[in-house]
């Protein structure tokens, strides 16, 4: 397996960059009337879809009629591949429509992961396998279909779509499992040059897919298909997987990796985390607490509003309990832990250094110290580290508690305020 970075083999925006993105928003009002369109007359495919029935050649020749009016072209290669007595079609995927576009050209079911009313199913070329009660299942109903139903199973191993330019993700094993010859397709997918628009990207609805496929002037599908592979003798299930999985990589000039669809699931979760950080990163954050101007002031100038967040709202918490602490501290490590009680917690044991800040002046002291590198009298810092974690929660609310009063004698003690 070739080692590929799993950032490469997704798109993360669907719109090209630079003076790319000019003819996208040039062609954009025709494009938003193109889709509105294709929008009914694509229910009309659904109807006739339906009805007519499946496999037959005027469903055949009716279907890619409409569906290239809707913009969804396609076409085979090595047709003579094709073997009628293959149970079992294995694809790449790289978008929402692919099995749309292998039905076209190969009467096939899917196994289908929704549940959807029976003629829907039908429809849109699924049929219920029992795939979230678990792989033994699925693959005891996919059994069961290549011996009953004359239509061939057609799976999309990777499990989740990719740009298909860098690399195949590692196939699931269940298709190969079946005890059946397998037949490859490659599918690869080509726009206009002028209007480069990805048909999927990370973290996107199948949806918006749907709708940007309906606003491109065309997609052509070009399915290739491959000689059958049958498993060798005293091959297990895992080899003649890879094998596959190999194959297909070497016939479409990219990697077969180690990553896997739930590999995706946790690099988008990641990414999205990222994003969110970003947005209300530290660094961000104070610049809204504490707004700066650049350049001399002006006589007129007003003072730039302070943007409440919750990054905000859990400082002031922490304030209000550790008042000798610089805000801008709790800040940076609320940004790595966003919980008010493990930040106070960390201030407390002494793992964030900060300089203590005097009552009533944000300047810091002369001196740059710890709370446990110079115990004042009222210290609340734990002796000791209990090894129960009810004990630990104790004394972190007893140290609370302690912080509070002794801000409370301070203050009264330099108002002169009665106790």
């Not at 007003?302 to 209000?320: C, D, G, W, Y």
């Amino acid at each position: 397996m070739v080692q590929v970075n799993i950032q490469d083999l997704f798109d993360n925006s669907r719109f090209p960059r630079g003076i790319s993105l000019l003819p996208v928003l040039l062609y954009f009002p025709v494009g938003l009337v193109l889709a509105v369109l294709r929008i009914f007359i694509g229910l009309h495919v659904f109807l006739l879809s339906c009805i007519l029935p499946k496999g037959s050649l005027i469903r055949s020749v009716v279907l890619r009629i409409m569906c290239s009016i809707l913009g969804i072209c396609v076409t085979q290669k090595n047709q003579e591949n094709r073997d009628l007595a293959a149970r079992v079609i294995v694809t790449n995927f790289i978008s929402t429509l692919d099995h749309l576009a292998v039905d076209l050209a190969i009467p096939c079911m899917m196994p289908s992961v929704w549940d959807l009313p029976i003629a829907l199913n039908w429809m849109l070329g699924y049929t219920p396998m029992g795939v979230k009660e678990g792989r033994d299942v699925l693959i005891q109903n996919a059994k069961r279909h290549c011996q009953d139903s004359s239509f061939p199973i057609l799976a999309h191993p990777e499990g989740a779509s990719t740009n298909g330019k860098v690399g195949l993700l590692k196939f699931s094993v269940w298709p190969f499992s079946l005890d059946q010859p397998v037949q490859p397709v490659l599918v690869r997918l080509f726009r206009p040059r002028f209007l480069q628009v990805a048909p999927s990207v990370l973290g996107g609805r199948w949806w918006l897919d749907v709708l940007w496929f309906l606003f491109m002037p065309y997609t052509h599908f070009q399915l290739r298909i491959l000689p059958k592979v049958m498993q060798y003798d005293k091959e297990s299930t895992e080899d003649f997987t890879k094998r596959v999985q190999q194959l297909m990589a070497h016939e479409l000039g990219i990697a077969a990796t180690n990553h896997t669809s739930a590999d995706k699931v946790e690099y988008a979760k990641r990414t999205l985390v990222r994003q969110q950080a970003h947005v209300s990163s530290p660094e961000t954050s104070r610049k809204e607490l504490y707004p700066t101007s650049h350049g001399p002031a002006s006589p007129t100038a007003t003072p730039q509003p302070v943007v409440e967040t919750r990054l905000n709202t859990m400082a002031r918490q922490v304030k209000e309990v550790l008042p000798h602490v610089p805000l801008d501290v709790i800040r940076v490590n609320l940004g790595t832990t966003k919980d008010v009680d493990l930040t106070i917690t960390n201030l407390l044991e002494g793992r964030v250094k900060f300089t203590l800040e005097t009552p009533g002046s944000r300047l810091p002291a002369a001196s740059s110290v710890s709370p446990q590198a110079s115990p004042s009298p009222n210290s609340t810092a734990a002796k000791t580290f209990s090894k129960s974690p009810k004990d630990r929660t104790l004394s972190l609310q007893e140290r609370k508690k302690a912080l509070i009063e002794n801000a409370r004698t301070k203050y009264k003690e330099k108002h002169g305020l009665s106790t």
